[in-house]
Structure formats: C-alpha cells, structure tokens
T-cell receptor, first 115, second 109 residues
Framework: DTEVTQTPKHLVMGMTNKKSLKCEQH?????MYWYKQKAKKPPELMFV???????INESVPSRFSPECPNSSLLNLHLHALQPEDSALYLC??????????????FGPGTRLTVL | SQQGEEDPQALSIQEGENATMNCSYK?????LQWYRQNSGRGLVHLIL?????REKHSGRLRVTLDTSKKSSSLLITASRAADTASYFC?????????FGSGTRLQVQP
C-alpha cells in the first residue's frame, strides 16, 4: 500500500472557525510533511515530523498547529485563518527524514477556502 | 528563497513529440527528484537522480544532472495526451525538498 490519504477533500471555513485536516499513511514511514500550495505555484514546506517529533517549522503562523498522534497520523489544526490562507494543503510521507533525501509520497490534498 | 527555477514555464506539444524541461537549483544536493502533478491533485514521484549520477532512464523518461551548473533536465519521449500535467523538479538537501517553479505541459491529441 503506497497510499497517503487526506480528509476532507474540500473545506470551506470562516475566519472564526476551528477545523482540522487529517492525513494517514500505512507504509511504515517515519517522516511526515505538510505543504501549502497556491494556484500555479510549487508546494511550500510548512512542517516536518520525524519519528513523531516536530523537526522543522518553516516560520508558519501559529494559527496553523500541527500534531502527530502516532507514526501513521498527521493532523493540521486550523484556527482564525485569513482569506490568504486559502490553498491546497498537501500531506506527504517518506521512509526517513534527513540525509538520504527520500522519495516523498503525497496525498491528494485538501482544497481549503477561507471566507 | 531557495526555490529553483524551471523553464519553460509552459510547453504545448503534439502527441508523439518529445518534451524537454529544464531545472536550476541553488543549494548543494543529495539528489534531484522530479514529480508530476495533475491539476489540483497530489504530486507523484517520477524519478530520482543522485548527485554522483549524470543520467538516468525510466521508461519514456530521461533525466540528466549537471552538478557543476546546478541544473537538471527531464525529457519525456513519445508524449501522450495523458502526460498533460505540471512537472516539478525538487532539490533534496539536508533538510527538505525544495521545489522548482514548475513546467505546465500540454500534450495535444
């Protein structure tokens, strides 16, 4: 199974809402990632978890709060977002993080619209 | 920004023709990867070339890497309409992948 799943596929939320994005993989990967992608732009790294510990936070605003409950799950909690946060949010996983530069497996993404 | 550049930004060809995309990056790398993204979907890994390799083939894909020029190219031979997508190079350094700006490929049937 080389699949990364993400839920929901689409999400519309107001600026005062609290919502969560979920990501799951069952490939035994120990590195998981959140990316943000705006239209016609490349993915931008937000967070990296390695062995369930946060290893990279690319200066992401605190209104985005990641969580890695176990090695298969990755959440992104959203609170008080701005309209400019509307984007495709991609989750990815790889065997390990760091020196090897592993292939990353991406989920289909959550299309987020903030009103 | 550590983001690399790709050219062309957009490419339109006829089915059966070859498509070449170029990528430049800024940092030293462990490897260089190419990904494909269909509109609004996740990225799919195509091929990885290590920093000590110069050329690699996989099916209809051919990738070259020139570390002295910090550049790579992706050649898709005998293109098909189903190859229509955006293609991103990704430079793999010590911390994370850094994606290039992408090439949007349109293959006309």
């Amino acid at each position: 199974d080389t699949e990364v799943t993400q839920t929901p596929k689409h999400l519309v939320m107001g600026m005062t809402n609290k919502k969560s994005l979920k990501c799951e993989q069952h490939m035994g990967h120990r590195a998981m990632y959140w990316y943000k992608q705006k239209a016609k732009k490349p993915p931008e790294l937000m967070f990296v978890y390695s062995y369930e510990k946060l290893s990279i936070n690319e200066s992401v605003p605190s209104r985005f709060s990641p969580e890695c409950p176990n090695s298969s799950l990755l959440n992104l909690h959203l609170h008080a977002l701005q309209p400019e946060d509307s984007a495709l949010y991609l989750c990815a996983s790889s065997q390990v993080w760091g020196l090897a530069g592993d292939t990353q497996y991406f989920g289909p993404g959550t299309r987020l619209t903030v009103l | 920004s550590q983001q690399g550049e790709e050219d062309p930004q957009a490419l339109s060809i006829q089915e059966g023709e070859n498509a070449t995309m170029n990528c430049s990056y800024k940092t030293s790398i462990n490897n260089l990867q190419w990904y494909r993204q269909n509109s609004g979907r996740g990225l799919v890994h195509l091929i990885l070339i290590r920093s000590n390799e110069r050329e690699k083939h996989s099916g209809r894909l051919r990738v070259t890497l020139d570390t002295s020029k910090k550049s790579s190219s992706l050649l898709i031979t005998a293109s098909r309409a189903a190859d229509t997508a955006s293609y991103f190079c990704a430079a793999s350094g010590r911390r994370a992948l850094t994606f290039g700006s992408g090439t949007r490929l349109q293959v006309q049937p």
